[in-house]
């Protein structure tokens, strides 16, 4: 299947600092791309959608001067958390779905990245 | 965009085969049906789609009666290995909303 690549797989960064996570579809063109966040035990979260070229369309209650998205390219979507505090610690996955004879494809999942704020 | 229920868990043995039902009363008529499974922290897996009677690939199966109200996720001859969530989607749209997911522990 499709491949979705997002890196860094894990970082950690102190309370303050801003963290970007980058996802890109290796085989496919994606035209919408998601970004989630995951707490233990928990179900994914949307966070936002991204189509590209266009400004992204963020879920009730995420703050998207906090949260910015860029999908700059049809590969490449990224999330820079801002101002990171102890709280945004959480899994950050994001999906990516391309176009087939007008309908989308399913979606593809990054391997998800832990972000860990001390 | 179709509201989904799944059993919150389910305990099965190795070599068993397990069925995992999805509700989604609201389903619309463009809607597909889409099951993920997710291990411990990874990505989210896709496993199986489908829009109406039956489908079969290499891992699982997909029953969909014709009211398409509910479906049914069928894993054949399950190891340890397929300990994990399960979740079930539906839609069509730009969006993707994941339930809570069924939390499948298989038992030696």
């Known amino acids: 299947g499709a491949v979705v690549s997002q890196h860094p797989s894990w970082v950690i960064c102190k309370s303050g600092t801003s963290v970007k996570i980058e996802c890109r579809s290796l085989?496919?063109?994606?035209?919408?791309m998601f970004w989630y966040r995951q707490f233990p035990k928990q179900s994914l979260m949307l966070m936002a959608t991204?189509?590209?070229?266009?400004?992204?369309?963020?879920e009730q209650g995420v703050e998207k001067d906090k949260f910015l998205i860029n999908h700059a390219s049809l590969t490449l979507s990224t999330l820079t958390v801002t101002s990171a505090h102890p709280e945004d610690s959480s899994f950050y996955i994001c999906?990516?779905?391309?176009?087939?004879?007008?309908?989308?494809?399913?979606?593809?999942f990054g391997q998800g990245t832990r972000l860990t704020v001390v | 965009l179709a509201k989904t229920t799944q059993p919150i868990s389910m305990d099965s043995y190795e070599g068993q085969e397990v069925n995992i039902t999805c509700s989604h009363n609201?389903?619309?008529?463009?809607?597909?049906i889409t099951w993920y499974q997710q291990f411990p922290s990874q990505g989210p897996r896709f496993i199986i789609q489908?829009?109406?009677t039956k489908v079969t690939n290499e891992v699982a199966s997909l029953f969909i009666p014709a009211d398409r109200k509910s479906s049914t996720l069928s894993l054949p001859r399950v190891s340890l290995s397929d300990t994990a969530v399960y979740y079930c989607?539906?839609?069509?749209?730009?969006?993707?909303?994941f339930g809570k997911g069924t939390r499948l522990h298989i038992l030696p």
């Open positions: 991204s189509n590209e070229g266009s400004k992204a369309t963020y």
């Open positions: 609201n389903i619309a008529t463009n809607d597909y």
């Open positions: 989607l539906v839609g069509e749209g730009d969006k993707i909303i």
């Open positions: 999906s990516a779905e391309g176009k087939v004879e007008g309908r989308n494809t399913e979606a593809f």
């Open positions: 489908g829009y109406k």
């Open positions: 085989d496919f063109q994606a035209t919408t």
